[in-house]
């Protein structure tokens, strides 16, 4: 991992093979926080959502969570009311270990969905690793949280705020069944930032909306998405506010994190080659901007083209032409593979040729342009392509 990880103060993680994944690699992960520390999170709206979002949910409404506690290879989901008993469980043991309350840990899985969780496993290794709690393990917890990731999945930032340093560092996992309605799959940020319980959930309610709300590898929303944003309060920024001036700037940056690892989870999409930025200008809402930009995305036509490297726009003209905008213009429709006008005022532009839209359509990440003409607004998606891995990964997935 190149990217230089600046740790937070008051955040300390470990991670330990507990063997509930086949493969032999740390699958559970216990995230510790400071006393003090402000949390904020966003969860799946997936009505069949996983035990551990259930559970998550109910003690952030009691108490301030102290411990995060995350395992790969199952997802707990879809196990009724022994999985519900198996996460409280889970707190439980970890509660005793650590000398705090149940509802102060929030239990996430991910992995299999419909098997149960193994919790002899967690017991065995939760003294172990609550034992091995450092602020400087981020690189191993990124890499503890992937399932069919290819690669771990961390962004840091330090930076000045009106003459006051604030450190970021977040991670993330997700490959497949991405097309969140709140979140990435698995989602954790946290600053050294001091911030109001609810200013912190707004920034993270803003952040999501327009980072990990707006990706898509497959159009499937998780059972288990899940996003937390932790701030200690142990930096030189405190913001008890959104009116304050330096809550603008905190924000961004929160955003931009949340952003660059959107971006890395549809990069590495299952089997993914391509990175296809969808960017729908002229709309009349941003809602309508989407759909047609989700339409898009979701298109198998369109996907398999990409990675084929095949400038077919006509599966992209007839994506925005059935993505249920009303009374449409065709004449003031244009679309661009980068800056190769492909259809101009409703019809193949005179200035395109295949050689042009060929060397586009080779690139590695590419920017599809849909000018819609109708008004101001516009919206931004990210997707890749579908390759013959993503059927392979998938069918193989509990093999």
């Known amino acids: 991992m190149s990217e230089k990880i600046f740790p937070i103060a008051g955040i300390k993680l470990a991670t330990i093979y507990a063997g509930i994944r086949k493969k032999p690699q740390d699958d559970l992960l216990l995230i510790a926080l400071d006393e003090q520390t402000s949390t904020a999170a966003v969860f799946t709206r997936n009505a069949f959502c996983a035990a551990p979002v259930v559970v998550a949910r109910t003690h952030l409404k009691k108490m301030s969570p102290r411990y995060l506690l995350i395992n790969a290879g199952n997802a707990n989901a879809g196990t009724g009311k022994q999985g519900h008993d198996d996460a409280l469980a889970c707190c439980q043991w970890l509660a005793d270990i650590a000398g705090c309350h149940r509802s102060e840990v929030l239990p996430f899985s991910t992995g299999v969905i419909g098997e149960p969780l193994p919790t002899e496993k967690f017991a065995k290794v939760l003294p172990k690793v609550f034992q091995a709690l450092s602020e400087a393990h981020w690189s191993q917890a990124s890499q503890a949280i992937m399932t069919t990731d290819t690669v771990a999945k961390v962004v840091s930032r330090r930076q000045e705020i009106n003459g006051k340093q604030i450190t970021v560092t977040g991670m993330a996992k997700g490959s497949g069944m991405i097309r969140p309605d709140m979140a990435t799959m698995l989602a954790y940020i946290a600053t050294d930032a001091a911030i109001n319980p609810n200013v912190l959930q707004q920034c993270l309610n803003k952040s999501v909306n327009h980072s990990f709300n707006r990706i898509t590898v497959d159009g499937d929303t998780s059972t288990n998405d899940a996003c937390v944003l932790m701030a200690t309060g142990k930096g030189e920024l405190a913001i008890s506010s959104t009116d304050e001036a330096d809550y603008v700037a905190f924000q961004h940056l929160i955003q931009h994190v949340c952003e ?62 059935r993505a249920g905008l009303t009374q449409l213009d065709l004449e003031a429709i244009n679309i661009y593979l980068d800056d190769v006008c492909i259809v101009e005022q409703g019809g193949r532009s005179k200035q395109y040729t295949e050689a042009r839209g060929q060397t586009v359509m080779s690139q590695d990440e590419i920017t599809i342009k849909v000018q819609l003409g109708r008004g101001t607004v516009n919206a931004t ?8 891995d993503y059927v392979r990964i998938n069918a193989e997935y509990r093999t």
């Open 381 to 388: 998606l990210w997707t890749c392509d579908f390759s013959y």
């Open 260 to 321: 660059d690892l959107a971006r890395m989870i549809v990069k590495d999409g299952e089997g993914a080659t391509k990175l296809i930025n969808i960017l729908v200008e002229g709309g009349q809402t941003e809602q309508e901007c989407l759909d047609v930009a989700y339409t898009i995305a979701h298109s198998p036509l369109v996907k398999t083209a990409f990675f084929a490297s095949d400038p077919n726009w006509g599966r992209i003209l007839a994506a925005v032409g």
